[in-house]
């Protein structure tokens, strides 16, 4: 059954999190280019993100019967840190 709860914060979390990000900085090239069909970039895009995220999705889940959420929320948590450490260090 859909939690509509749980929808909205999935989505809100989600939609911040691509805001101005390389898919969307990707997709805006794709659409800025000369003679390109702007459906196309948009369906394109869309179904990009869809396959990512049942990726996402199903990884999710298999790798939550091996390690707890919550250690999971940890580990996923330093590599957030690390990335941006490692960004600002190349900076």
């Known amino acids: 059954m859909l ?13 911040l999190a691509e805001l101005g990000d390389k898919t969307q900085l990707a997709t805006m090239l794709f659409a800025s280019r000369e003679g390109a069909s702007l459906l196309t970039v948009f369906v394109g895009a869309s179904v990009a993100l869809i396959a990512t995220s049942a990726i996402g999705v199903v990884a999710g889940s298999a790798v939550s019967s091996l390690i707890p959420p919550k250690l999971l929320s940890y580990i996923a948590g330093v590599g ?12």
Request: aromatic share 20%; hydrophobic share 70%.
């Open 80 to 91: 957030f840190i690390l990335v941006g450490v490692w960004t600002i260090w190349r900076a």
């Open 3 to 15: 939690d509509l709860k749980q929808l909205v914060i999935i989505f809100g979390a989600v939609f």
